[in-house]
């Protein structure tokens, strides 16, 4: 079955860089649009990233850009998540998710989730 794991996850100081790796697994990988989601404690999930298969098109939520790069490597079957300049407001449980149909930012696209890295950053 298809299973995403992330990983990466910790504490960190504001100011600070992560970055968060997602493994793939039951699934041909390169057929699969990726994206990164996260949800602060009380709050919704919300979109942060997404990749097209090959790697070359992504698309990235405002409160994202210049701060988060993803990224992937269809040789190791994993995505990742570059994230600097860490706010506290980046706390969140991170979530990988992936679909066979075009990479966006409408979590109800996705089909298949990870269980979430934990991301706290601490001022």
């Known amino acids: 079955q298809v299973q995403l794991v992330e990983s990466g996850g910790g504490l960190v100081q504001v100011g600070g860089s992560l970055r968060l790796s997602c493994a793939a697994s039951?699934?041909?990988?390169?057929?699969?649009?990726m994206a990164w989601f996260r949800q602060a404690p009380g709050k919704d999930r919300e979109f942060v990233a997404a990749?097209?298969?090959?790697?070359?098109?992504?698309t990235y939520a405002d409160s994202a850009k210049g701060r988060v790069t993803i990224s992937r490597d269809n040789a190791k079957n994993t995505v990742y998540l570059q994230i600097n300049s860490l706010k506290p407001e980046d706390t969140a449980d991170y979530y990988c998710?992936?679909?066979?149909?075009?990479?966006?930012?409408?979590?109800?696209?996705?089909?298949?989730w990870g269980r979430g890295t934990q991301v706290t950053v601490s001022s």
């Open positions: 990749i097209s298969r090959t790697g070359l098109g992504t």
């Open positions: 998710a992936a679909d066979t149909r075009r990479y966006d930012n409408t979590l109800s696209d996705y089909t298949y």
């Open positions: 039951g699934l041909t990988f390169s057929n699969y649009v």
